[in-house]
């Protein structure tokens, strides 16, 4: 098979995957409408619309057909992007969810950042030190840090820096009259499109904790991940061939160990991005901030069941998008995969 | 026939010349559950200017082992005993000196060259780097690897420096291992089989290179192999090890007319030659001990046919004997067959 | 030179490390207070008494009171039992959905293999917290809902581990030889390729708990799981959530016990890992 066909292969191949991952998580989402006790119509239009309104919907969502019908209509609504109405908010609740997007998509990259720049340093230093009093201090902070649940840290973490020595502000996205003008509706962003300094650092104070709090289990996975992978590494028999030649262990580290162990690392990254995107519910709660976690945060506590069920069905979406782009972004940028990928079949 | 060894035909010794390396009753030793076990159990020997020396011993003999840790390679094991080399004694070095021993007094090339490339740095990079480490300009760097690649008749050179470690053929790789031991310039050169992973043709190629390079820039090689049809052609003097220590050294016309040690022997007796006319090939019975296991008294006794009590009791020491040195309580004839 | 052989040879001395010492009394310590802990608990903790509400730790309480004046530490012992079935229940449900798929997969043809394993992808494709989140919700937020929603959606990896170690197994020659003697391909998955495979499911079942712990308490934190006057951990934090700037320690003892459980068990999975596969012990 020549090269291009076989890049074609695999692109519909990951295509096909994604595809039937969005159709099965739909399906779940049609489950978990039916297995919803009581009756549907009620619970669409909430537990305190008129008996009128209740009927309304009930012809609206078409419940009187056979649950087959009610399936193919229910993926008629989901394709036109009809994920239902809140029955807080009165809006779509796709609407809703386009809304709070930004502000978790923000959350989750500032986790990834911070989450990269403290596990790479402290797995190249633990890998250089390995059997060392820091790569053991490492190891067992790891340990520790990697058990602890992400909504507790956050609470505690927001107890002590933010309202016994309130070193940062205890919740929300910005201060008082500190706002950027809505553009993408990524308070950072807004404030550097804005020219805003002071509402940029501002945004910022808002954002490290939680986001330092989200980050905290994945970096503990990335550290051991790049230190499992770097002592490989050292262990094969170029890096010999780099001492032989009078090389500095910094160099020998550095140089030829972390680009040969990086790849595992990123790879773990990539499934990570998906995975941080569920915790952040649980973040941006605690924080209160305006993301899709608050959202279905409230919209559990006011059974508002189609705003809950869409988040859950737009979030596994996102999730599974995310893991399409980098699978493909994987294949695009690192020419040892795709020798991996297409050389030997 | 009695074949003498001809004085000619080897390079005179210099007397009063201090060797480029000698090495005094060096061990090596690697810890395991508590306990040190010597995988090189007392090695001496000295290597002069410009001679080249072949080190010839089965896998688990131990040649490899002390091959590094004349570079003091092997991070996990420890080694005593005395390496001095041009006057220094290397396992007295801190580790900065030792790092400019590595790569400028002492270059080494390893066995399988695909393995001991980083895949992700070009050849050029990885030429040069030896000379980047010492603080030499990129340029000026990469000048030289061409110039040491034109040196060792690799072809079109120049495209070739940027070019990844899996376009190349084996040979080639091994050429370019070779570039990386040679741009610093080294008294001695330290080659751990470096032709075991090529082909025969391949083999032969690299063999008359590196006796050109090493004759035409008056290098010293300590060349490991288990392999004694290369020594022959290649080597001035050959080393046999076994179970971590030399049991035999002399001068590879004497060695192998009369070997003098019945390992040694046994080792010539199982190479074919046309040369002679025999049926069958002779093999050395029994297989070599493994590191942990090594029998008390001669380690060769199990598998000598010339053993007796004395063997099984008492470990022979490397002595001198016509000219030669063996490690045997009762050596074969002087004067074979 | 290879010493692995060497060293294999040696019978293993049972050294018992720092780290293995503190894993086992942390397990036996969690399996006491589950065990004993609701039958040794004093009554007053399942009442409530709002005159001794959220007082700091003293020598009364330990761990101060919450709320509604209930000893923190009395019922985060009590929480143990609750936490602790939970989670194995869990682990046990969705472990057994996963031996079965992966049972299936490895000995039936070759299409339902690939399809079975297609089926897992995707359901590691997807975030398995939240989908566990919308399956709770819509069952009604209890305890209950957050566990069968969990071991509904837990599966996918013990899954595909386990079919990747019986294709491993299948492939062994010992089985090959079985194969061609004329064993049954029953016999030879249930007497050969299973008992090959529980080694694997004993560590992940092992250090699957921990894991499960954290996300049933998340679940109870978001409001789809345990509601607050349960001594689940995850429900007293989420009970206690209002109080932490003014009582911090209704929300400091239920997390620290979620920390060590979830620790241990990962750490008692690495031990019993280690002790079952020798190799891996020389590069820890």
Excluded at chain 2, 265 to 278: E, F, K, M, N, Q
Aim: with cysteine.
């Amino acid at each position: 098979m020549s090269r291009a066909r076989s890049y074609l292969w695999f692109f519909a191949k990951r295509l096909g995957t994604v595809v039937f991952a969005l159709w099965s998580l739909g399906s779940l989402v049609f489950l978990m409408i039916k297995v919803i006790p009581g009756d549907e119509a009620q619970i669409a239009a909430g537990p305190d619309a008129s008996p009128d309104q209740v009927a309304l919907v009930r012809q609206r969502l078409g419940l009187d057909a056979s649950v087959i019908v009610q399936y193919f209509r229910f993926w008629g609504r989901l394709l036109h992007g009809d994920l239902g109405t809140s029955i807080t908010t009165f809006q779509p609740v796709l609407l809703d969810l386009e809304r709070t997007l930004p502000s978790t998509l923000e959350l989750v990259v500032v986790a990834m950042l911070i989450n990269l720049s403290v596990s790479i340093p402290a797995g190249l230093i633990a890998a250089a030190r390995r059997g060392g009093r820091t790569d053991g201090l490492f190891r067992v902070l790891a340990v520790i840090l990697g058990g602890m649940p992400a909504f507790w840290l956050a609470l505690m973490l927001q107890y002590l820096l933010a309202a016994r020595y309130r070193l940062l502000p205890i919740s929300g996205q910005n201060s008082y009259g500190m706002e950027p003008p809505r553009w993408t509706g990524v308070p950072t962003l807004d404030a550097i499109a804005a020219g805003n300094m002071a509402s940029l650092l501002d945004a910022l104070t808002y954002i490290v904790l939680p986001a330092a709090v989200l980050a905290v289990l994945y970096s503990t996975q990335i550290f051991r991940a790049l230190r499992t992978s770097l002592l490989g590494v050292l262990e094969s028999d170029f890096i010999m061939a780099v001492r032989a030649k009078g090389a500095t262990e910094r160099r020998v580290l550095i140089g030829h160990a972390f680009p040969n162990s990086i790849n595992p690392v990123l790879t773990l990254a990539g499934t990570q991005l998906g995975a941080m995107i569920g915790a952040a519910v649980l973040v941006e709660t605690v924080f209160a901030r305006r993301g899709i976690g608050t959202y279905m945060f409230n919209a559990v506590a006011q059974k508002d069941m189609y705003a809950v069920l869409g988040s859950v069905l737009f979030i596994g979406a996102i999730v599974c998008l995310i893991n399409l782009v980098v699978d493909v972004l994987q294949i695009v940028v690192d020419p040892r995969i795709r020798a991996a990928q297409f050389g030997r079949s | 026939m009695m074949m003498q060894p001809n004085p000619a035909g080897r390079p005179a010794p210099v007397p009063g010349e201090a060797p480029l390396l000698s090495v005094d009753n060096l061990c090596v030793s690697i810890r395991v559950d508590d306990r040190s076990v010597n995988i090189v159990d007392g090695v001496s020997f000295s290597i002069r200017r410009g001679e080249r020396v072949a080190l010839v011993g089965e896998s688990g003999s131990g040649k490899s082992v002390t091959a590094r840790a004349l570079m003091r390679l092997e991070r996990r094991m420890k080694a005593t005993g005395s390496i001095v080399c041009d006057g220094r004694d290397i396992l007295k070095l801190s580790d900065g000196e030792m790092r400019r021993v590595r790569g400028g007094t002492i270059g080494m090339v390893f066995q399988d060259p695909m393995s001991f490339l980083d895949p992700l740095r070009t050849i050029g990079d990885q030429i040069a780097e030896t000379l980047r480490i010492r603080g030499v300009s990129r340029r000026d760097a990469e000048r030289k690897a061409l110039h040491i690649l034109d040196e060792l008749k690799v072809e079109r050179a120049a495209e070739r420096l940027t070019a990844y470690p899996h376009e190349f053929s084996g040979g080639m790789r091994q050429r370019v291992v070779l570039a990386m031991a040679l741009i610093g310039d080294p008294r001695l050169l330290i080659a751990d089989e470096p032709t075991t992973a090529l082909d025969v043709r391949v083999q032969d190629q690299v063999l008359a290179l590196l006796d050109e390079i090493s004759r035409s820039r008056g290098l010293s090689v300590l060349f490991i192999t288990h392999d004694l049809g290369i020594v022959a052609g290649f080597a001035d003097r050959v080393m046999v090890m076994y179970a971590g220590s030399v049991v035999e050294d002399g001068d590879v016309y004497s060695t192998f007319a009369a070997p003098r040690h019945p390992y040694t022997r046994g080792l010539l007796d199982a190479v074919p030659r046309i040369d002679r006319d025999s049926d069958r090939l002779a093999s050395i019975r029994g297989t070599p001990p493994h590191v942990f296991a090594r029998p008390q008294g001669c380690p060769f006794h199990p598998r000598c046919d010339r053993a007796f009590e004395r063997c099984v009791i008492e470990r022979p020491v490397l002595r001198e004997l016509g000219g030669m040195r063996v490690a045997c309580h009762r050596p074969e004839p002087e004067a074979a067959r | 030179m290879s010493l692995a052989p060497a060293i294999r040879m040696r019978t293993p001395r049972v050294k018992i490390s720092f780290q293995g010492a503190c894993v086992s009394l942390l397990i036996a310590l969690l399996v006491f207070a589950a065990l004993f802990g609701p039958m040794l608990a004093p009554e007053a903790i399942y009442r409530s008494d709002i005159l001794s509400s959220l007082q700091p730790p003293s020598a009364a309480h330990w761990l101060g009171t919450d709320d509604q004046g209930r000893d923190v530490l009395w019922r985060v012992i009590v929480g143990t039992r609750t936490t602790l079935l939970s989670a194995i229940a869990i682990v046990t449900a969705y472990s057994l959905i996963g031996v079965a798929v992966a049972t299936i997969a490895a000995s039936g043809p070759r299409w339902l293999d690939e399809a079975l394993m297609r089926v897992t992808d995707v359901g590691l494709s997807l975030p398995s917290m939240i989908v566990a989140l919308g399956f709770a919700a819509a069952l009604g937020p209890s305890l209950q809902s957050a566990i069968i929603a969990q071991s509904i959606t837990g599966w996918p990896i013990t899954a595909r581990i386990l079919r990747n170690v019986m294709h491993q197994t299948m492939e062994a020659p010992f089985v090959a030889g079985a194969h061609v003697i004329g064993v049954s391909r029953w016999r030879l998955m249930t007497r050969h390729v299973l008992p090959n495979s529980l080694d694997v499911l004993i560590v992940k079942w092992t250090s699957d708990i921990g894991g499960t712990v954290l996300i049933l308490s998340s679940l109870s934190f978001i409001g789809v799981g345990a509601q607050p006057p349960s001594t689940e951990w995850g429900a007293m934090i989420a009970g206690a959530r209002g109080y932490v700037s003014t009582a911090w320690w209704t929300v400091l003892a239920p997390g620290i016990a979620l920390a060590i459980t979830s620790v241990a068990f990962g750490l008692l999975g690495d031990m019993i890992q280690a002790w079952r596969d020798p190799s891996l012990r020389e590069s820890r």
